[in-house]
């Protein structure tokens, strides 16, 4: 689901539609919810703050929405400040968390709300209802009350009431969270499409990599109030800017070395089991400390000796997880440490299968791995 | 033998006492002597004591219902203008109670979270002091040179309330409309109070979030939002107000006049100043059924709502 109005790097190629320029927001006792922090989005981006609980996502969002003003800094929507704009004037709707839908109102009239407050004239407040309607599909249930609802039901109506007023940019606030696993994954796809459909830049707060990683065209990675790193979903993935990212995305194995060749082509690190050859180069000085991060899945896993003096290791089968279409082997190390290995299961016969206590080598490729410095 | 064993198994299991006892009670002390009550009201007086209904003379069973004390409340002007009148004062009251008590509960319940059990704590602090004595009081109050009264007078209200037809002349409070419904709203507040704050305390302000992103300014929110979902806390609270004030006895007796008819003080007097058992009886019971009217209403409403929380 990459958004075309991205260029490759992941960074915006069109003029910043709304701008968050260097925002704080102090509630005062000691923690800072979000500190310094600047981002672009483009039009028509769909843009994940993602993080875990407390990590001051929910409070950004909430300062776009105008439901607190930030400490210090400023928000940029096409120009405007948005400071000062009191949520019931701003061009921006909310979809909250776990709807906030008005439970004595009928699907059709939470719809309309919006609209009503706009004074719009009613054969145009009628006919954009039913388009709303039409949009998530909920013609059937124009009369029905939230709660003879179910979840997936009450999720587009509250996406329908927030579109209803065509904002120029649409907040959502944990947009699958009340829903169940798979329930979640077909929304995603289908909420994904609607946005697009509308045309309308997303801004959407998450603590689910998954939903970030099929939803947005690009996602902030925040912790502690700061952002850690931006960029597209594969970007993040793959290029890690730092260890948090790295291990807050996916599953890694990160491992601690010394930095003992350092060329622009390449570098490699001496760690405790192994010897890493990485085909990329950093900015840093032979002898400092370092990070390995390595995926799972780009690690493959033999009976036989692997060639050469780097990226191998070996160990012994400690764990394995079964999952179906792939499966995660744990291997233990001569220091002690384990190292996650995920192998495709690509043939249905499982007698040549490594299993515990086997011996085995894991070998990786000089790009599969990242050199982290922080 | 075993049935009867079983009955007492069955009687002495805790869940039965819990719902039973009560159960028990309200027919033992409301629906027994409710049916008392019914029975007198279609008795006939035999000087001082009262006939018995059935009779059993030279081999006839005779069951006599005299029914001309209903057909007389009907006809006689004055039950009709007194049952209209304490409809109309628990009424006001009742308007009254909700207009002052709304605000009051709803900043209770958007206060701080720590001053609330304080805030709650001064609305039930009058229930300290004898409902009786508090009554009394503001006699005191009102009277012509009570502090209240001279207060109002200073001011130039009584001006106004004269005006309003409230009160029989300047500067004089007492034994008026006025200060019957003065000492009802006093005494019935809380009642109106506890159940809008139950309510108001329980809401989801995030709807309060979503209105206002969604363009309603705070007072738009307020009627289109907070107040249809208050619903229930209104009628309850209205219910707990009017009710009682229909038949109250004591306020309109202690603060009221001669132009102040209520239903209550109708029934004392038949009771017990004109001795007519079966004619206040019958009172009573069309009391009653004016209560029940508005009651089953509520119950109604109640059930609707509970329907449409499953």
């Given at each position: 689901m990459q958004n075309n109005?991205?260029?490759?790097?992941?960074?915006?190629?069109?003029?910043?539609?709304?701008?968050?320029?260097?925002?704080?927001?102090?509630?005062?006792?000691?923690?800072?919810?979000?500190?310094?922090?600047?981002?672009?989005?483009?039009?028509?981006?769909?843009?994940?703050?993602?993080?875990?609980?407390?990590?001051?996502?929910?409070?950004?969002?909430?300062?776009?929405?105008?439901?607190?003003?930030?400490?210090?800094?400023?928000?940029?929507?096409?120009?405007?400040?948005?400071?000062?704009?009191?949520?019931?004037?701003?061009?921006?709707?909310?979809?909250?968390?776990?709807?906030?839908?008005?439970?004595?109102?009928?699907?059709?009239?939470?719809?309309?709300?919006?609209?009503?407050?706009?004074?719009?004239?009613?054969?145009?407040?009628?006919?954009?209802?039913?388009?709303?309607?039409?949009?998530?599909?909920?013609?059937?249930?124009?009369?029905?009350?939230?709660?003879?609802?179910?979840?997936?039901?009450?999720?587009?109506?509250?996406?329908?009431?927030?579109?209803?007023?065509?904002?120029?940019?649409?907040?959502?606030?944990?947009?699958?969270?009340?829903?169940?696993?798979?329930?979640?994954?077909?929304?995603?796809?289908?909420?994904?499409?609607?946005?697009?459909?509308?045309?309308?830049?997303?801004?959407?707060?998450?603590?689910?990599?998954?939903?970030?990683?099929?939803?947005?065209?690009?996602?902030?990675?925040?912790?502690?109030?700061r952002v850690l790193q931006i960029g597209a979903p594969a970007d993040i993935y793959e290029t890690p800017a730092n260890r948090f990212v790295a291990d807050f995305i996916g599953n890694v194995n990160l491992m601690e070395g010394k930095l003992i060749e350092d060329w622009p082509d390449h570098v490699v690190v001496e760690c405790a089991d192994c010897s890493h050859y990485v085909g990329h180069g950093i900015t840093g000085t032979e002898g400092m400390p370092v990070s390995v991060a390595v995926r799972p899945e780009k690690i493959a896993l033999q009976r036989d000796e692997p060639a050469g003096p780097h990226n191998r290791v070996q160990g012994t089968v400690k764990d394995l997880a079964y999952f179906g279409s792939f499966t995660v082997y744990h291997l233990q190390l001569a220091s002690g440490a384990m190292l996650k290995i995920s192998q495709s299961n690509t043939s249905r016969h499982r007698e040549h299968q490594l299993t515990w206590g086997d011996a085995a080598w894991a070998h990786w490729m000089p790009s599969a791995q990242v050199v982290l410095t922080q | 033998m075993k049935k009867l064993r079983a009955l007492l198994a069955w009687l002495s299991r805790g869940r039965t006492a819990v719902i039973g006892l009560p159960y028990l009670w309200l027919l033992a002390f409301f629906l027994f002597p409710f049916l008392i009550v019914l029975k007198i009201s279609v008795s006939e007086m035999e000087a001082v004591t009262i006939k018995d209904m059935l009779a059993f003379k030279d081999g006839v069973l005779a069951l006599s219902l005299k029914l001309s004390n209903y057909v007389f409340i009907t006809q006689d002007d004055l039950y009709f203008k007194t049952y209209l009148s304490s409809i109309k004062y628990a009424a006001v009251t009742t308007v009254l109670c909700l207009a002052i008590g709304y605000p009051f509960a709803y900043f209770m319940a958007r206060a701080r979270a720590t001053l609330q059990p304080a805030l709650l704590m001064l609305v039930m602090l009058p229930f300290w002091t004898s409902f009786l004595l508090r009554v009394y009081a503001w006699k005191g109050l009102l009277t012509e040179n009570g502090w209240i009264a001279n207060l109002l007078s200073s001011i130039g209200v009584d001006h106004l309330l004269l005006a309003a037809g409230v009160i029989p002349a300047l500067g004089k409070y007492m034994n008026s409309p006025f200060s019957l419904v003065l000492g009802m709203v006093y005494t019935y507040l809380p009642f109106m109070i506890l159940p809008l704050y139950g309510n108001l305390a329980k809401m989801d302000l995030r709807l309060l979030e979503a209105a206002s992103d969604l363009g309603a300014t705070p007072w738009v929110a307020f009627w289109k939002v907070t107040v249809p979902l208050s619903k229930a806390g209104i009628i309850a609270g209205s219910m707990l107000v009017f009710i009682p004030c229909i038949g109250e006895f004591v306020i309109p007796e202690l603060l009221g006049g001669p132009q102040t008819l209520m239903i209550g003080r109708v029934l004392w007097d038949e009771f017990f100043g004109n001795n007519d058992w079966p004619m206040a009886s019958t009172v009573a019971v069309v009391m009653i059924l004016l209560i029940i009217v508005p009651l089953a209403i509520f119950n109604r409403y109640q059930a609707q709502a509970q329907e449409a929380r499953r």
């Amino acid at each position: 689901m990459q958004n075309n109005k991205t260029d490759q790097a992941g960074k915006p190629s069109g003029p910043a539609f709304l701008q968050i320029q260097d925002v704080v927001k102090d509630f005062g006792g000691g923690a800072v919810a979000v500190n310094h922090v600047s981002i672009d989005i483009a039009q028509g981006e769909i843009f994940a703050l993602l993080g875990s609980s407390g990590c001051g996502k929910t409070t950004l969002l909430r300062m776009l929405a105008g439901f607190e003003t930030p400490t210090s800094g400023r928000i940029l929507l096409e120009g405007q400040d948005m400071a000062h704009v009191p949520p019931h004037v701003s061009p921006i709707n909310m979809m909250f968390q776990s709807y906030a839908l008005f439970p004595h109102l009928t699907v059709w009239e939470n719809i309309a709300f919006g609209l009503k407050r706009e004074g719009m004239a009613k054969d145009k407040l009628v006919e954009r209802v039913e388009a709303m309607l039409k949009l998530v599909q909920l013609g059937k249930f124009a009369k029905r009350k939230p709660h003879q609802l179910s979840g997936g039901q009450q999720q587009r109506v509250a996406l329908a009431r927030s579109l209803a007023k065509r904002p120029k940019l649409l907040l959502l606030d944990e947009p699958l969270g009340a829903l169940d696993k798979k329930l979640r994954e077909e929304t995603q796809i289908e909420l994904v499409n609607i946005i697009e459909q509308v045309g309308v830049t997303c801004v959407m707060v998450t603590h689910d990599q998954e939903e970030a990683m099929t939803m947005a065209s690009r996602i902030a990675v925040m912790s502690e109030g700061r952002v850690l790193q931006i960029g597209a979903p594969a970007d993040i993935y793959e290029t890690p800017a730092n260890r948090f990212v790295a291990d807050f995305i996916g599953n890694v194995n990160l491992m601690e070395g010394k930095l003992i060749e350092d060329w622009p082509d390449h570098v490699v690190v001496e760690c405790a089991d192994c010897s890493h050859y990485v085909g990329h180069g950093i900015t840093g000085t032979e002898g400092m400390p370092v990070s390995v991060a390595v995926r799972p899945e780009k690690i493959a896993l033999q009976r036989d000796e692997p060639a050469g003096p780097h990226n191998r290791v070996q160990g012994t089968v400690k764990d394995l997880a079964y999952f179906g279409s792939f499966t995660v082997y744990h291997l233990q190390l001569a220091s002690g440490a384990m190292l996650k290995i995920s192998q495709s299961n690509t043939s249905r016969h499982r007698e040549h299968q490594l299993t515990w206590g086997d011996a085995a080598w894991a070998h990786w490729m000089p790009s599969a791995q990242v050199v982290l410095t922080q | 033998m075993k049935k009867l064993r079983a009955l007492l198994a069955w009687l002495s299991r805790g869940r039965t006492a819990v719902i039973g006892l009560p159960y028990l009670w309200l027919l033992a002390f409301f629906l027994f002597p409710f049916l008392i009550v019914l029975k007198i009201s279609v008795s006939e007086m035999e000087a001082v004591t009262i006939k018995d209904m059935l009779a059993f003379k030279d081999g006839v069973l005779a069951l006599s219902l005299k029914l001309s004390n209903y057909v007389f409340i009907t006809q006689d002007d004055l039950y009709f203008k007194t049952y209209l009148s304490s409809i109309k004062y628990a009424a006001v009251t009742t308007v009254l109670c909700l207009a002052i008590g709304y605000p009051f509960a709803y900043f209770m319940a958007r206060a701080r979270a720590t001053l609330q059990p304080a805030l709650l704590m001064l609305v039930m602090l009058p229930f300290w002091t004898s409902f009786l004595l508090r009554v009394y009081a503001w006699k005191g109050l009102l009277t012509e040179n009570g502090w209240i009264a001279n207060l109002l007078s200073s001011i130039g209200v009584d001006h106004l309330l004269l005006a309003a037809g409230v009160i029989p002349a300047l500067g004089k409070y007492m034994n008026s409309p006025f200060s019957l419904v003065l000492g009802m709203v006093y005494t019935y507040l809380p009642f109106m109070i506890l159940p809008l704050y139950g309510n108001l305390a329980k809401m989801d302000l995030r709807l309060l979030e979503a209105a206002s992103d969604l363009g309603a300014t705070p007072w738009v929110a307020f009627w289109k939002v907070t107040v249809p979902l208050s619903k229930a806390g209104i009628i309850a609270g209205s219910m707990l107000v009017f009710i009682p004030c229909i038949g109250e006895f004591v306020i309109p007796e202690l603060l009221g006049g001669p132009q102040t008819l209520m239903i209550g003080r109708v029934l004392w007097d038949e009771f017990f100043g004109n001795n007519d058992w079966p004619m206040a009886s019958t009172v009573a019971v069309v009391m009653i059924l004016l209560i029940i009217v508005p009651l089953a209403i509520f119950n109604r409403y109640q059930a609707q709502a509970q329907e449409a929380r499953r």
